[in-house]
């Protein structure tokens, strides 16, 4: 296994907050442990239909969609090549 070249710009990268954020929403010490069922069971306000578990699990879903597909997507800045006239 190796590390691709440019590991030390990973911080910047899309998939790499997408994942932490799935991590600190439902890990093992993340929000969802300071959540009671009665609060993850509550109705939301502006869409009645779903409760805030919903709501979560519906962010986490997002988060580990759009995070998967970041890291398919190449996330190195392009170079643009620029002709100067001497």
Do not use: C
Not at 2 to 13: G, M, P, Y
Not at 26 to 32: A, D, Y
């Amino acid at each position: 296994m190796k590390l691709v070249k440019n590991w030390k710009q990973a911080w910047r990268w899309y998939s790499m907050w997408a994942f932490s954020a799935i991590g600190i929403i439902s890990g093992g010490s993340g929000i969802l442990v300071h959540l009671t069922p009665t609060m993850l069971g509550a109705k939301v306000l502006f869409m009645p239909a779903w409760t805030w578990a919903e709501v979560v699990a519906s962010i986490v879903a997002f988060l580990a969609i759009t995070g998967g597909i970041g890291r398919l997507i190449s996330q190195e800045p392009k170079v643009v090549d620029v002709e100067v006239d001497a």
